[in-house]
């Protein structure tokens, strides 16, 4: 891993990233012109789409979970069957190398995989065991990156216990891992997705401690993908992470912003600017960072979910 910069450093290489994305400086994707900075990509457009080269395009988004069997109605914002088409066309713009999902349901991860397309595989299994509960699965372009070892833990004091869940938190919370080789260039990495729990700050702090004493282990460059339900920069569970200096928040390490700073839970409203950002890939600093996008596409005026995808295009040292 590289050197880590001084704080002083660190703070102004923030504020000028932040500002230049202010500003709407053009910015080069790979081969594509990226237009002035906006908090969303046109419905027909990518901001980042399919890596290449030496490049990877990371993503989180946490989709929201199908609650239609709670009685959501057509024309709803919250309703599956209106979401999934939306999500369906948005994962055919984009096409992230890696993308780590968080809220999915067994029933919700064709759509995600019809987006994506058939040259995508997953890994990963509901939190309540095989298919029932929520999944923090991970995505992958199999053409791409060929997986050579995944495990799934679970947060708590029994890692191995399937819905176990010890640290205050109500809710089942997972980590799913892969370990990958990149097959364009023979290097490896592994990809950590996680979903922190949205009530008790104990088990988000003891679960970036787990997640910071994984990447601590390893001996390749690490993503980090999740929502962790607590703000970038302020939190304890960042604090935990980032301020480790074993990974880095790509938002505030990337070359180039394509969109302004807006809190990624609008949840179906309108963008916050410099919101709360709770949606983050991180990434250990042997990973180069050229963009980083807040994505708030929408179609036809409506969001695929209540949360809006966070990109990364990355490149291994």
């Known amino acids: 891993m590289s050197d880590q910069m001084p704080d002083q450093t660190r703070l102004s290489r923030r504020r000028a990233l932040t500002a230049a994305g202010a500003l709407g400086a053009a910015a080069v994707v790979g ?10 990509a046109t419905p027909g457009e990518a901001l980042i789409g399919p890596a290449k080269g030496e490049w990877l395009h990371a993503m989180t988004f946490n989709i929201r979970l199908d609650l239609t069997p709670g009685g ?8 599956w069957p209106d979401r999934a088409p939306l999500l369906v066309r948005f994962l055919e713009l984009e096409k992230p190398t890696i993308l780590g999902v968080q809220e999915a349901e067994y029933q919700q991860l064709a ?18 065991g095989g298919a029932n509960g929520e999944y923090s699965a991970i995505f992958f372009d199999a ?15 029994t890692p191995l ?5 010890t640290w205050g938190n109500s809710v089942t919370r997972i980590v799913t891992w892969v370990r990958f080789r990149d097959e364009r260039t023979g290097r490896e990495l592994v990809h950590v997705n996680t979903h922190f729990d949205h009530q008790s700050e104990n088990a988000r702090q003891r679960s970036a401690e787990v997640i ?12 980090v993908t999740g ?16 301020g480790s200096g ?3 928040d790509t938002w505030l390490t990337a070359e180039q912003q394509l969109t302004p700073q807006i809190g990624t839970f609008p949840n179906y409203g309108p963008t916050v600017a410099d919101g709360p950002r709770i949606d983050w890939v991180l990434a250990t600093p042997d990973v180069e960072v050229r963009s980083a996008a807040l994505n708030a596409w929408t179609y036809d005026g409506r969001y695929p979910s209540d949360h809006i995808p966070v990109h990364a295009l990355v490149k291994l040292a």
């Open 31 to 40: 081969s594509q012109l990226a237009a002035t900075p906006s908090a969303y």
């Open 161 to 165: 216990v399937i819905g176990s869940a």
């Open 72 to 79: 959501t109605q057509p024309g709803q914002p919250d309703h």
């Open 212 to 223: 910071r004493d994984q990447v601590a282990g390893l001996d390749v460059p690490a993503i």
């Open 143 to 157: 053409q791409r990156l060929t997986p050579l070892w995944w495990d799934q833990y679970w947060l708590s004091d």
């Open 227 to 242: 929502d962790f339900n607590s703000p970038a920069e302020t939190s304890v569970g960042y604090q935990t992470l980032v």
């Open 111 to 128: 759509a995600v995989r019809e987006g994506l397309g058939k040259r995508y595989e997953m890994l990963g299994y509901g939190r309540s």
């Open 246 to 248: 074993l990974v880095e």
